[in-house]
C-alpha cells in the first residue's frame, strides 16, 4: 500500500510543473473574484441585497482553512506570475500572452489600496467598511470608481485568458463554449451595473444627515490619522512592489548579456537552415523569435508533445530532462533518449535535429494553418476489423470483382459501426479501424463497440447470404476491441491530412486483431472493455495473451461468436439498472 502511494505521488510530482500550480492558484483567485462579481451584480436590485450577499460571501472566504488557501494562492500566483517575466524570453507566441501577462502584474498595483484599506484597516483598527461606506468613498468622497472599473476589468480579462489556455485543449471546449463566452460578457457587465446602480443609491442617500450618521462613523471609516498611515503603508508597498518587477527586468538584462558572453551556438534544422543563439535558450524559443515554423498547439507549456525532435547525433552531451519533459514524454510511449521537446531542451553547444511534427499543419501560436483539429487527449475505444482470406479471394477473381466484395465487407462493418454510435476512420486494404468515444462517455462506448462487433457480424451473415452464388466459402473476419487514453487530431502533410487516432490503445487493438487468426475465434475484446462495459465476469472465456511492446501479459475475452454480445450487453444494462 506504501509503495503504490509512493509511486503515485511520485508520478504526481513529475506530471506537475510551475505553470500547472500558477493554473491551480489562478482558479482559485478566479473562483473569488466570480464569488466578488456576483455580489457586486445585487446591486441591481439594491444596497440591502449586497450587504447580504457579502455576508455569505465573507463568511466562506474568511473561513479559517479556506482563508489559508486563497491567501497561499494569492501569493504563488502573484511570485509565479513575477518569476514568468523572468523566466519567459520570447513573448511572440501570440499578443494574448504578454497582454494576459501584462494585465496580471498590473493587479496587484492596482488592488492594493483597496485590499489594505479594507483587509489591514480591519486587522490594524478594527474598521467595518462594507458596501455602503466603500460606495461613498468611491462615488461621493473622491473620484476612485474609475480606478476600480480598471481594476475589475483587467481582473476579469486576466482569468479569463487563462481559463481559455487551460479549457481550450479539452475535447468538450468547443461545445462550452458559447456558455463560457455569455458568462464571461454576462457576469462583469451585470456587476459593472450593480456597483453603478449602488454608487447611485448612495450619493442619494448621503445627502440624509441621519444615514451618514449611521453609516459614517468613526468604527466604520477610522480616523484621518489611520487613513494616513494606510495610505502611507499603500504606498510602501506599491514602491516596493514597482521595484520588484525593475529589479526582474534588470536581472533579464543582466541574463541577456551575460549569455551574449557566454558565446553563441548554432542549431540545425535538418533541412539546410542553421541559426546562431545565445546558450540558454529553448529549441522553440530559439525557432519563434527567429520565425522558424515550429508544431506546439500548446504553446509552449509541456502540456502536448508536438514540439517533439530528434538529435541527429550524439546525444550524450544534453542537459537530462526535466521531471515535467520526463513525464510527457513517458505518456507518448517515447523512450528514445534522441527524442526530446523543443520547448524544455535548453542546449549549451551545438545541436542538429529535426521536427517530428510539420509545422504547417501546427503553428508554434497553437492554431492550424488550415482547418486543421488540433490534438486532444480523451478516453476512445478503437476497434480494428478485418476481412479473412482476401489475398486468395484476389487470386481467384477478376480485380473489379475483388474491390466490389472488398467495399461491400466494408460497407457492412461501416453500417454497423454508424448505427451503433462509431466512427469509420481509416480504411486500410480489406480492414478498418473505427472509434468510438467521440461523443459519449467511456462507459456508452465500450458498450457501442460491443454492439458494433455483433451487428458486424450480422451484416457479414446477410453480405455472405447475399453473396452465396459467388462466394466458393463464406466471408470471415476478425475483430480486436480495446480502450483507453489517446491522441486524436489531424495527421498528415498538406493535402492528405486526415483525422485519427494515436496511441497504445490503438496499436492493442490491431494486435488483438491479429490474435484472432491463433486463438480461432471472431473476436477478443481487452478485459479493459469488458469491466468498463458493464459485461458480467463470467459473461465470456478469460485468457491471458503476450502483446508486442508489454513487459507483462494482458487479460482479454475471447468470443467465438460475436453475434451474442449484444444480448450480453443488454443483459449487463438491466443488471446495472
Not at 487493438?509 to 491479429?514: N, S
Request: aromatic share 8%.
Amino acid at each position: 500500500m506504501a509503495t503504490t502511494a509512493s509511486s503515485r505521488f511520485s508520478e504526481l510530482s513529475r506530471a506537475t510543473s510551475v505553470r500547472q500550480v500558477r493554473l491551480v492558484c489562478g482558479i482559485i483567485l478566479f473562483a473569488y473574484v466570480v464569488s466578488h462579481f456576483l455580489n457586486h451584480a445585487l446591486g441591481n436590485i439594491s444596497v440591502d441585497a449586497m450587504e447580504i450577499g457579502v455576508y455569505y460571501h465573507t463568511a466562506f472566504w474568511q473561513f479559517l482553512p479556506v482563508a489559508i488557501v486563497f491567501y497561499a494562492a494569492a501569493l504563488t500566483h502573484m511570485g509565479l506570475g513575477v518569476y514568468a517575466l523572468y523566466q519567459r524570453r520570447q513573448f511572440r507566441w501570440k499578443t494574448i500572452e504578454p497582454l494576459q501577462l501584462v494585465l496580471g502584474l498590473s493587479i496587484p498595483a492596482l488592488i492594493m489600496a483597496h485590499v489594505i484599506g479594507v483587509r489591514l484597516g480591519h486587522t490594524l483598527f478594527g474598521h467595518q467598511k462594507l458596501y455602503p461606506q466603500e460606495l461613498y468613498l468611491f462615488f461621493v468622497a473622491s473620484n476612485r470608481i474609475w480606478t476600480m472599473t480598471v481594476l475589475l476589468v483587467i481582473a476579469w480579462i486576466h482569468g479569463c485568458i487563462g481559463i481559455y489556455f487551460w479549457l481550450r485543449l479539452k475535447p468538450f471546449f468547443a461545445r462550452a463554449a458559447p456558455y463560457l463566452l455569455t458568462a464571461a460578457v454576462l457576469i462583469p457587465t451585470l456587476a459593472l451595473l450593480g456597483v453603478y446602480q449602488g454608487g447611485r443609491s448612495i450619493q442619494i442617500e448621503a445627502d440624509d444627515g441621519e444615514w451618514r450618521t449611521h453609516n459614517l462613523t468613526r468604527r466604520q471609516l477610522g480616523t484621518t490619522a489611520e487613513a494616513e498611515t494606510l495610505d502611507r503603508i499603500t504606498g510602501g508597498l506599491t514602491i516596493s512592489y514597482v521595484g520588484l518587477l525593475a529589479l526582474v527586468l534588470a536581472a533579464r538584462g543582466v541574463r541577456g548579456w551575460r549569455e551574449r558572453r557566454g558565446g553563441m551556438i548554432a542549431l540545425s534544422y535538418g533541412n539546410g537552415k542553421t541559426l546562431r543563439v545565445p546558450k540558454g535558450l529553448s529549441v522553440l524559443e530559439a525557432s519563434l523569435r527567429h520565425n522558424v515554423p515550429h508544431a506546439s498547439v500548446c504553446g509552449g507549456r509541456a502540456r502536448c508533445s508536438t514540439c517533439r525532435i530528434r538529435i541527429i547525433g550524439d546525444h550524450g552531451t544534453l542537459p537530462e530532462p526535466s521531471q515535467r519533459e520526463a513525464f510527457v514524454l513517458t505518456r507518448v510511449g517515447t523512450t528514445d533518449p534522441s527524442i526530446r521537446l523543443a520547448c524544455q531542451l535548453r542546449p549549451d553547444s551545438d545541436l542538429s535535429f529535426f521536427q517530428l511534427f510539420t509545422p504547417q499543419t501546427l503553428s508554434a501560436g497553437g492554431q492550424a494553418s488550415t482547418s486543421a483539429r488540433i490534438g486532444q487527449e480523451r478516453y476512445l475505444v478503437s476497434l480494428f476489423v478485418d476481412m479473412r482470406g482476401s489475398t486468395q479471394l484476389a487470386e481467384k477473381r477478376l480485380p473489379f470483382d475483388t474491390v466490389f466484395i472488398v467495399n461491400r465487407f466494408l460497407g457492412a462493418v461501416s453500417q454497423a459501426v454508424i448505427e451503433n454510435g462509431g466512427q469509420p476512420n481509416q480504411f486500410v486494404g480489406d480492414g478498418m479501424l473505427a472509434l468510438f468515444g467521440l461523443t459519449a462517455d467511456p462507459q456508452t462506448a465500450c458498450r457501442q463497440a460491443l454492439k458494433a462487433v455483433a451487428g458486424i457480424a450480422a451484416n457479414i451473415d446477410e453480405l455472405n447470404e447475399l453473396l452465396s452464388h459467388d462466394l466458393r466459402q463464406p466471408i470471415r473476419f476478425g475483430i480486436g476491441v480495446h480502450g483507453g487514453e489517446v491522441i486524436i487530431g489531424d495527421i498528415g502533410y498538406r493535402d492528405h491530412i486526415v483525422f485519427t487516432a494515436l496511441g497504445d490503445a490503438v496499436n492493442v487493438a490491431a494486435r488483438l486483431q491479429d490474435m484472432t487468426k491463433t486463438l480461432s475465434c471472431e473476436a477478443i475484446v481487452s478485459e479493459e472493455v469488458r469491466r468498463t462495459g458493464g459485461l458480467a465476469d463470467d459473461s465470456l472465456p478469460q485468457q491471458e495473451v503476450a502483446i508486442r511492446g508489454r513487459d507483462e501479459p494482458m487479460a482479454v475475452r475471447v468470443v467465438a461468436d460475436a453475434r451474442g454480445l449484444a444480448a450480453l450487453v443488454d443483459h449487463g444494462a438491466r443488471v446495472a439498472a
